[in-house]
C-alpha cells in the first residue's frame, strides 16, 4: 500500500471519530469520486485516496495499528494487502462490497450498464478559411465520414426479423467474475465477458449490412454556417453530427476548428485589426486627407500636420465583428513617414533652405542630403 495523506484527512473526520462515521464518511466519497459516476480526470485518482484511506481506518484492528505506527503498522499484522484487501468481496475492506451493493445495486454495479443507451464518439473537423472569410463569415458545405446507426437493423446488430438475446454467460452484465487462490486468500476481480465482449448481448444472426456491428461507415453532408469574426483556433460544435450512439443513444457531436490565413494587408488581434500606413514627409509635416484600407473598404482619414512617424489612429468599427454582441472592433492605424531618398537637386535646395528657415546648420554630406 502507498503511503499518502492522513487518512482522516482524505475522509473528512477527526481522529476521535466513530467507525459508523468513517463507514459514512467513506460510503459518501466513495460515491461522489466513483469514475462511472464522475467524469472529471482526477475523480480516479481521489477514489482510490478515498479506497486507501478507508481500508487504513475502517477496520477497527487496522486503525488501531495506524493511530500507533503510521503507514509502517500496515506492514505488521495486516497482511500487507493491495488496493481492495482481499479483493472488492473479500473482509479486508470492512464490508466494501455490501457498501458498494448499496450504492450500485450489486458487488459488480461499479460497472456501466452495458444496455444502457450510449453516446456516440464526438469528432473533430478542420476548417481552413480566408482573413476576410473569418470577418464576414460564410456558408458552405463539408463532407466527412462517420459511423452511422445501421438502416438494414436499426442499429441493434441483428439479421431484419430476428432480435438480440441476453449473454448466457454473463447474464446480461457485460462481465464475468474471476476467483483465483493467493497466499493471501482468494482474489475476486471481474473481466469483460469473453462472450459478448462487454455488450450483455449475443447476436445468434447477425445483420448483413453491418455484420452485428450496429453502425456502417457512411460519407455525411451537412451545411455550415460560419459566423462573422471567428478566429485562428476557435471551435464551432455542432450538436448530433458526430458518430452514431449505441442502444439507442444519441449522436456525438462534430467540433469544427477553424485556422485562419494570414493577410497580407492586416494583422488582427482579436476584435481589432491593426495596419500599417506610409506616409510621406511632406504629408505628415503639412498634414493631408488620405484612403486607408480597411477590410470593410477604403475611408478617409486627416492627418494633422506635424504627425509623428508611429502615431496611430483609430477607425471606429471598421474592425471584425464580435461574436457576442451587435458591434464590430476597431482598425488601429499606424503611420510610417518615409524618408525621401533620391533627391534631386532642386528637391536638395529646398530642404536645405528649409533647414536655414527653421534656425539649423545645413548638413554636410551623407542622410538625405548626402551623394550616393
Known sequence: MSQGRDPYDVLGVGRDASQDEIKKAFRKLSKKYHPDLNKAP????????????????GDPQKRQQYDQYGDAGQQFGG????????GFGGQGFGGFDDIFSQMFGGGGGSHRNPNAPQPGQDLQYSMSLKFEEAIFGKTTTIKYNREETCGTCGGNGAKPGTSPVTCHK?????????????PLGQMRSQQVCDVCGGSGKEIKEKCPTCHGAGHTNESHEIEVKVPAGVDDGQQMRLQGQGEAG????????????FTVQV?????RDGSDIYFEQPLSF??????????????????????????QTGTIFRLRGKGVPRLRGNSNGDERVTVKVQTPKGLNKG????????AKASGEDAPRGG???GHH
Not at 170 to 182: E, P, Q
Not at 282 to 302: F, P, Y
Open 79 to 86: 497482511g500487507g494487502q493491495g488496493f481492495g484487501g482481499q
Open 263 to 267: 493577410s497580407k494587408d492586416f494583422q
Open 246 to 257: 449505441s442502444n439507442g443513444g444519441p449522436y456525438g457531436d462534430l467540433y469544427i476548428v
Open 170 to 182: 454473463c447474464g446480461g452484465t457485460g462481465y464475468v467474475d474471476t476467483v483465483r487462490n493467493t
Open 42 to 57: 482526477d475523480a480516479e485518482d481521489k477514489f482510490k485516496e478515498v479506497a486507501d484511506a478507508y481500508e487504513k481506518v
Open 282 to 307: 511632406t504629408q505628415a509635416a503639412l498634414g493631408d486627407e488620405i484612403e486607408v484600407k480597411t477590410v470593410h473598404g477604403n475611408v478617409s482619414l486627416k492627418i494633422p500636420a506635424g504627425t
Open 347 to 354: 528637391q536638395k535646395e529646398a530642404l536645405k533652405a528649409f
Open 367 to 369: 542622410g538625405i542630403f
